[in-house]
Structure formats: structure tokens, C-alpha cells
């Protein structure tokens, strides 16, 4: 299907198949769907997603064939963090189609319809968690971030006991957390993950709402006296996710010492921690004789991410461009331009006159395919790797070294938490 114009309107017909954007009417058809197609969710988890502060019926795309819902795609609204700055996204979620109604295209274009959905509403990038990564491909999507996580023997994990006494600092004990304490867990969120890529931005609401879903069996909590020093949300054997006052790393070791304490009672051999690579609690694993698995493919899934407004996108992390090539101490202006397909963008950092340009390039310019260029562009692979894909073409080894400076390689994350509902 080619695509839509930017004003598509909807319904959209193509011969005998009808394109809507969901209605609560459609509520009930949607989980009928699912339930043939991914023989899930449970009816308590899809009726949990509908009270998601940020969901809209018209989040869902479907296929409809004699009214029938015979496709769906559901494109969740997310902000998350590039460096200093946030770039808007969708979640591309529960992707699929009725068996009998496969192979005739209907859910490729649902996903370009996406395309033209994020355009509209102001999305300047997509991601999925799939199993099927060559379904994606042609569309132009790269597989673009890793689900890192790191094991080791239960007790090799610190081994503290409640009430440990660090220096003059008082007394620790760890706790599972209360509702009051919401606050002082948004605020170790922050401060852990602030300088993660790819980490999702929480509010209040959103904060609620994940905790109410009840992913974790328990959230323990580091105390120092009344203070809350950091936070685990931990599932049977495995830490989802973990945070930490910075200022405070004894909290850090009181929260992993009763972990350890859990898994041994429980008789777990081992305990596994979701973590982005430069989390202080990898160290902590590793030093305890664990392994760090940092991988495209985790458990038969990767992850993928697609950038369906490149100007969007180059516009939303210009910050974040103009901060790297200050601490860089390049010569300003920098200018670097990139063309994948048929479109070309010029990227120009002067400090608050950095802007990017559509339909141009400069003499210092990479050519790259889709895949490639979002891979790069949220620096899942540095330009030395992208140089070996397919289709690049660097203009001059100026514009090599223009994107080693604002397209370094780095740790792209999301928690488990977040990948579950994005």
C-alpha cells in the first residue's frame, strides 16, 4: 500500500477492507481478536491497559472486514529520554492478524498507516519488542536497543543483615515500600535513570497506574531512618528494576542483600537484574562472579525502532546534538547531512542557532538505509559499524568523524517495567 497523505481520514477504505481508528466500541471485538490471535491477554490485563492515563481508543489501528476486526495494532504514547533531551513515541504493540485473513498485507499496512498516525500526532519515533524481526525489516524498521540483564549465584549476592550500620549514618533496614513514599521513588527514578537513552519519562499518573499493575510481587525499599535511599521492584527471582541515591551506595547493597536473603528462603539458585550496562548493580553482579548478557536477542525477541518523521526526530534531540558537540570542543558551526531513500537532511549545530533542514546536504554528508540510519541516529551502533552495512556511504572522512561526535555508540535501555506497557 502506498502511502497515505498526512490528512488521511478514517475510515479508509482499500476494496473490501475497511482501515478505522478504534472506538470504545470496538473494545470488546479488539480483545476477541487477541485472544485468537496471541491466545492472550487475560481479560484483567487488557482491561488494565484501558485505564492507562495516557490511552485513547483511537490509539488502536484495525482491519475490518465485514465489519469484522480481522487486524489490529495498538500504538501506546510515550515520552523518553535522548541524553538532555525527550523525543515523543509510540509503543507499537500487540501487532497481529486473524489466521485465516494472513498473507494479504493487512497488518503491513496497519504499520504504515502508523506511519501516518505518528506524523499526525506529533511521534517522532517507534518502538517494539518481536520475535519476528524480518516481518519488520522491509518496513523499514532496525533492531535498535537491548534488554540487558546480568545473573549470579543467590549467595554470591552481599550478604548484609537488617539494621546494618553504615559510619555515623544510622541505621539500614529495608521494607516493602508504602503508598506515601510514591514521591521519594519518582525521585530515585530520576536521578538513576535521568541519563539513560531510551528510558521512559514517568509521571504521577503513569507512575500509579504501572504500580497498579502489579508486574512485581514486591517493591522493597531502603531506609535510612525515615529517609527512602533507593527501591527494587523484584518478581520471584528477578529484579525488574532498581534504583539507588547516588550519595547513599550502602543502599544499593542493603536492597541486594535482601533480595538474597528472599531468593535463598524461596530457593532460588540464582537471581537476575534488568539494568542498562553502567548501572552501579551490574559492577555489583560481576564482582560476585555473575555474567552480564548485553545481546540483540534475548530469549527468541529484539528490539526494534523505527523513525517515521526523521526531521521530527533530528529536531526533538537537537539539545542534546548541541551538548555533545560542545563537550567535544568542536568547531562550531558543525554541519552534517544525511540522505536515506529519497530524503535528505542537513543537521546544523551552532549553539542556539543549531537547526535542522530538510531537502539539503552539505559537502560533509553519510548516505545510509533506513535501518541503518536509526540504529545510528539513537546510537545503537557507532558510524565504524554502520560503515560495514549495507548502502553507507560517507561523503568525506570529515563527515565520519562530524558523526562520532554526535552519534557516539551508547547504552539505549528500557525498563522491563515500561517494555511491558510501551
Known amino acids: ?27 470488546e471485538a479488539v480483545y476477541q481478536t487477541l485472544l485468537h490471535v496471541f491466545h492472550g491477554p487475560d481479560r484483567d490485563s487488557f482491561l488494565g491497559a484501558l485505564s492507562d492515563p495516557a490511552y485513547r481508543p483511537d490509539q488502536r489501528l484495525l482491519a475490518k472486514v465485514d465489519g ?5 495494532a495498538h500504538l501506546t504514547e510515550r515520552e523518553v529520554r535522548y541524553g538532555t533531551a525527550s523525543v515523543p513515541i509510540n ?27 505518528a506524523r499526525a500526532t506529533g511521534r517522532a519515533l517507534q ?23 546480568a545473573q ?36 530515585l527514578y530520576e536521578a538513576q535513570y535521568a541519563g539513560v537513552t531510551g528510558s521512559v519519562i514517568r509521571s504521577e499518573e503513569y507512575w500509579r497506574w504501572l504500580i497498579g499493575r502489579r508486574y512485581a510481587h514486591v ?30 551506595p550502602q543502599a544499593l547493597r542493603a536492597l541486594l542483600g535482601r533480595v538474597r536473603a528472599e531468593a535463598l528462603e524461596r530457593a532460588y539458585p540464582r537471581v537476575t537484574v534488568h539494568a542498562p550496562t553502567n548501572h552501579p548493580v551490574i559492577e555489583a553482579f560481576l564482582s560476585g562472579g555473575g555474567r552480564l548478557v548485553d545481546q ?57 542557532h543549531s537547526r535542522v533542514e530538510p531537502d539539503k546536504l552539505s559537502r560533509r554528508y553519510l548516505t545510509l538505509n533506513p535501518a541503518s540510519l536509526v540504529r545510528l541516529l539513537m546510537g545503537h551502533s557507532g558510524v565504524d559499524a554502520a560503515s560495514a552495512e549495507e548502502g553507507f556511504v560517507a561523503s568525506t572522512a570529515t563527515a565520519m568523524d562530524a558523526t562520532r561526535i554526535l552519534f557516539p555508540a551508547q547504552p539505549i535501555w528500557r525498563s522491563p517495567l515500561d517494555s511491558a506497557t510501551a
Open 219 to 248: 517493591i522493597w525499599v531502603a531506609c535510612q531512618g525515615d529517609a527512602v535511599r533507593g527501591y527494587a521492584f523484584v518478581k520471584d527471582h528477578k529484579i525488574l528494576e532498581i534504583a539507588s541515591d547516588p550519595a547513599h
Open 91 to 117: 509503543g507499537v504493540m500487540w501487532v497481529g492478524t486473524l489466521p485465516e485473513f494472513r498473507g494479504l498485507g493487512f497488518a503491513q499496512n496497519l504499520l504504515r498507516l502508523a506511519d501516518e498516525r
Open 127 to 149: 518502538v517494539l519488542t518481536t520475535g519476528m524481526p524480518q516481518f519488520y525489516r522491509p518496513l523499514g524498521w532496525g533492531v535498535c536497543g537491548r534488554q540487558t540483564y
Open 152 to 187: 549470579a549465584l543467590s549467595r554470591n549476592l552481599p550478604q548484609v543483615s537488617d539494621g546494618m550500620v553504615e559510619g555515623k549514618g544510622g541505621f539500614w533496614h529495608v521494607r516493602p515500600w508504602r503508598q506515601v513514599e510514591l514521591s521519594d521513588l519518582m525521585t
Open 296 to 352: 540483540d536477542l534475548i530469549d527468541g525477541s529484539v528490539s526494534m525502532s523505527h523513525i517515521p518523521d526523521v526531521a521530527r526526530f533530528l529536531t526533538s534531540i537537537l539539545p542534546e546534538l548541541s551538548r555533545r558537540a560542545e563537550e567535544a570542543d568542536a568547531t562550531l558551526p558543525l554541519e552534517l547531512g544525511i540522505s536515506s531513500g529519497d530524503h535528505r537532511w542537513l543537521i546544523h549545530i551552532d549553539g542556539k
Open 1 to 27: 500500500m502506498k502511502a497515505s497523505s498526512p490528512a488521511i481520514r478514517y475510515p479508509f477504505r482499500r476494496g473490501s477492507v475497511e482501515y478505522n481508528l478504534g472506538t470504545e466500541a470496538d473494545h
Open 68 to 72: 469484522r476486526v480481522v487486524s489490529h
